[in-house]
């Protein structure tokens, strides 16, 4: 098949070709293409994906776009010529083409889409254009990459984040249910806390003088006890999980802690990964996005609110961790018999970050005056090189 020129992106003329491993084979201004590396950018989708290969020598684009599932691009990459460096952003077609591409020899790295560059003048968006850019990026070397989770870390994740949509869930039931009450002026007035035993008997003896009242009531009720059972059985599954994870020694370490326990250590280290893949603990403080944003020019420095990168649900993990730290420090029954078995070196850090954090907290509300959600969030980047130091014992 011919070439066929479509259009100059960035300075470099892109072909279009479907025939890419016999486009190589041939001599672009007296050099042979087949002795330089191949830079390949991946713009995937689910049904139909395109590839952009530079070549760094010769400056040349060849382009081409594939109709098919993302697993079935193995077939045509594995025809480019070797060496290859290959990239994709990471999305909703997941990891299985990076491992799948890997199985087979191909050299092939994930980057985050959020950090990937472009120009603000760059109004025009198409796959093509995304690909060509990957592959540039790549071969500059100002991509940032991802790690590609193992495939028992990714199915323990997706139980982390199932149990975390059942919990978004149910607090937007219990709202739905608060606020119909509240239309009808029906006022709960304690002793006990809403939504206990107390309070559930007393939503379940509510009747109401219409048919359609009383229907609402009972199908926000039911919702309410779907939603309850499904939170408690995956909570026991995850607890279960926990002890036979690749993560149970750091889990273990994590609940000596205090504010963590099996369920919020399980979730953090399904989202960040091993704690020891970072060599700072303000880089995995950077990594959860609990550091202040920053736009410094000259001699003025400006800092903001904290950046949000990264898992939301790590970061508000920590978040509600902080808040066991208004307290003064002591050792409860529930730390101490988690604490049991666990070394001196982890026992004596367990209790230096609660003095830390308490003091912490102390002197952010009354000497500065913050107000709880900003003091919550700076204990919660502290909490967070605690976690680091702790995983990372020898």
Not at 47 to 67: W, Y
Not at 80 to 101: D, K, S
Not at 338 to 365: D, S, T, V, Y
């Amino acid at each position: 098949m011919g070439r066929h020129p479509r259009e100059v992106v960035g300075g470099l003329l892109a072909f279009e070709d479907d025939a890419l491993g016999a486009r190589f084979t041939t001599f672009i201004g007296g050099t042979d293409v087949a002795d330089g590396i191949r830079w390949v950018g991946l713009d995937v989708h689910a049904r139909e994906s395109t590839i952009a290969v530079f070549d760094q020598g010769t400056g040349e684009v060849v382009v081409s776009r594939v109709v098919g599932y993302p697993h079935e691009l193995i077939g045509r990459l594995v025809e480019i010529p070797v060496p290859t460096r290959m990239v994709y952003e990471a999305g909703p077609t997941g990891y299985g083409l990076v491992r799948r591409a890997r199985a087979v020899g191909i050299e092939m790295v994930v980057c985050a889409p959020g950090r990937t560059e472009r120009p603000p003048a760059d109004r025009v968006k198409t796959d093509k254009r995304d690909a060509i850019r990957l592959a540039r990026l790549l071969a500059a070397g100002e991509l940032t990459l991802v790690m590609v989770p193992t495939r028992e870390h990714e199915q323990l994740r997706d139980l982390v984040r199932c149990r975390e949509a059942i919990r978004v869930d149910l607090m937007r039931a219990r709202h739905r249910l608060g606020k119909f009450l509240l239309r009808r002026e029906i006022y709960y007035q304690g002793p006990a806390k809403a939504w206990s035993r107390a309070h559930r008997q007393w939503l379940a003896g509510l009747r109401f003088a219409d048919r359609a009242s009383q229907l609402t009531i009972a199908d926000y009720l039911h919702a309410h006890d779907v939603l309850l059972a499904r939170r408690e059985r995956i909570e026991g599954e995850l607890c279960e999980l926990a002890d036979g994870s690749p993560w149970r020694e750091t889990i273990a370490r994590l609940r000596c802690l205090r504010g963590i326990d099996t369920l919020s250590a399980l979730g953090l280290c399904a989202e960040t990964g091993p704690l020891d893949r970072f060599d700072h603990p303000d880089s995995l403080a950077a990594y959860l996005g609990i550091v202040p944003s920053e736009h410094t020019s000259g001699q003025r420095r400006r800092q903001g609110q904290i950046t949000k990168a990264g898992s939301s649900h790590a970061r508000r993990l920590l978040i509600e961790a902080a808040y066991h730290y208004q307290r003064h420090p002591g050792i409860g029954r529930q730390l101490e018999r988690r604490q049991r078995g666990h070394p001196p070196e982890i026992i004596n850090l367990a209790w230096r970050a609660q003095r830390r954090l308490n003091a912490r907290w102390r002197q952010l509300k009354h000497a500065r005056r913050k107000p709880n959600g900003v003091i919550a969030v700076a204990i919660a980047r502290e909490l967070a090189g605690f976690c680091w130091e702790i995983a990372t014992l020898p």
